[in-house]
């Protein structure tokens, strides 16, 4: 779904959510989807950054 909605595999996250006409990818915190909500950027979306599924080396 990630490349259906044009996110590069570099920026995809762990997550995707659909929100109002809004794509949502990673864990973006609350604050910031109610700001984009609010705010209603010509824009396709956010991104967070990638998610870790182990610890760093």
Known sequence: ????????????GCLLS??????VSGHVPVGTVNKLLTE?????GHDAAR???APPA
């Open 1 to 12: 779904m990630s490349r259906e909605e044009g996110i590069p595999p570099e920026a995809d």
């Open 18 to 23: 659909f929100i109002d006409g809004y794509v």
């Open 40 to 44: 209603r950027p010509d824009i396709k």
């Open 51 to 53: 998610c870790r599924w």
